[in-house]
């Protein structure tokens, strides 16, 4: 009997106990000009509306076929409650920072109604109204960002990075402890409003920061964060992050999404008895550029290398045809390798 889409994510979600055949889920955006046309709903009134937002998200699960749902689209919502001026973009353009109040790292204003902020409602709302419509039915993934990210989002990278690079450890610290409670806050409600996984995006990537930084700065935060959510929680850090993967596992979160860089063999053998994983088609070339069987081969490849969930490495480009997207799903349909 054919499992749930529901119970054939969660199952994998929870020790990536096998389901009926490999799940496949979207800890990021997987939203592209083709499901904007089908649904009538575009950029940037899904990034405002909850509504909008909801049945967008509802689309990738009913017209792509992912066994799961994901609202949010940017990586803004919460640098928005935090002061940055936001451009939205349009059907075009994903939303982008204008400036970054805190880039003399000044102590953070965190407004006392930062969950009733325009930017945060949107999101908690579109999560209630997930949950209300198809919760039991596909996995509802919400995201959050890291403490990390938001400090990109407050300086600015290259800026908060150089303060990093020049070993100004207090003020790195300061900074990163008053922006953790941040993401906690949002984490929590997001399970509160009715999220089963919440994707934390905190891009301490290989190219940007060494392991050092991170096990020393980040790591501890995250395991803080772990104990103090309420829910499971999805890392998900853009790149190659090969080389930080054992201290990943030591965060105590429950799943990790990454990139087709890091190698889903090398991933899985790796810390796959510690933490789900979630990945790996490539964006850029296969999934942008390269047909549906390009996909399906990759995405088989990553089955037969162990993933648990199937998915893309990060957000897709907005042109991605939508018959690669699906091409996914007809990889995992072809069920496991022996």
């Known amino acids: 009997m054919e499992q749930s889409p529901y119970i054939r994510a969660m199952s994998a979600l929870?020790?990536?106990?096998?389901?009926?055949?490999?799940?496949?889920?979207?800890?990021?955006?997987?939203?592209?000009?083709?499901?904007?046309?089908?649904?009538?709903?575009?950029?940037?009134e899904a990034h405002l509306n909850y509504k909008m937002m909801a049945d967008l998200a509802i689309a990738g699960h009913e017209i792509a076929g992912f066994d799961s749902v994901m609202p949010e689209y940017s990586v803004d919502q919460e640098a928005a409650a935090l002061g940055c001026t936001i451009d939205w973009g349009d059907k075009d353009q994903m939303p982008t920072a204008k400036d970054f109040p805190y880039a003399d790292f000044r102590d953070i204003e965190v407004p006392e109604n930062l969950l009733?902020?325009?930017?945060?409602?949107?999101?908690?709302?579109?999560?209630?109204?997930?949950?209300?419509?198809?919760?039991?039915?596909?996995?509802?993934?919400?995201?959050?960002?890291?403490?990390?990210?938001?400090?990109?989002h407050m300086a600015g990278t290259e800026n908060f990075l150089l303060q990093v690079g020049l070993g100004e450890e207090a003020k790195v610290r300061r900074m990163l402890d008053q922006l953790m409670p941040v993401t906690i806050a949002h984490l929590n409600a997001q399970f509160e409003a009715g999220a089963d996984v919440v994707t934390l995006?905190?891009?301490?990537?290989?190219?940007?920061?060494?392991?050092?930084?991170?096990?020393?700065?980040?790591?501890?935060?995250?395991?803080?964060?772990?104990?103090?959510?309420?829910?499971?929680?999805?890392?998900?850090?853009?790149?190659?992050?090969?080389?930080?993967?054992?201290?990943?596992?030591?965060s105590g979160f429950a799943a990790y999404h990454f990139e087709w860089s890091v190698g889903a063999l090398r991933a899985v053998q790796t810390i796959g008895d510690r933490m789900t994983?979630?990945?790996?088609?490539?964006?850029?070339?296969?999934?942008?550029?390269?047909?549906?069987?390009?996909?399906?081969?990759?995405?088989?490849?990553?089955?037969?290398?162990?993933?648990?969930?199937?998915?893309?490495?990060?957000?897709?480009?907005?042109?991605?045809?939508?018959?690669?997207?699906?091409?996914?799903?007809?990889?995992?349909?072809?069920?496991?390798?022996?």
Request: proline share 7%.
């Open 14 to 44: 929870y020790q990536g106990r096998r389901g009926d055949r490999p799940a496949v889920a979207n800890p990021t955006s997987i939203v592209c000009h083709e499901l904007m046309e089908q649904t009538g709903i575009s950029f940037p």
């Open 116 to 152: 009733e902020k325009p930017s945060i409602r949107v999101v908690l709302d579109a999560i209630a109204y997930l949950r209300k419509h198809v919760g039991g039915k596909a996995m509802i993934i919400g995201k959050v960002m890291g403490p990390w990210t938001l400090a990109y």
């Open 201 to 250: 995006g905190d891009h301490c990537t290989r190219n940007l920061v060494s392991p050092k930084h991170y096990e020393q700065l980040l790591l501890p935060l995250h395991k803080i964060i772990a104990r103090e959510v309420s829910g499971p929680i999805i890392l998900h850090v853009c790149g190659e992050c090969s080389d930080r993967l054992e201290l990943f596992s030591r």
């Open 277 to 338: 994983l979630f990945g790996c088609v490539n964006n850029a070339q296969t999934l942008y550029q390269g047909t549906p069987e390009d996909v399906y081969k990759q995405a088989r490849m990553a089955i037969e290398a162990g993933v648990d969930v199937i998915c893309p490495e990060c957000a897709i480009p907005l042109s991605t045809p939508l018959e690669n997207l699906k091409a996914i799903v007809a990889a995992a349909r072809e069920g496991f390798g022996k």
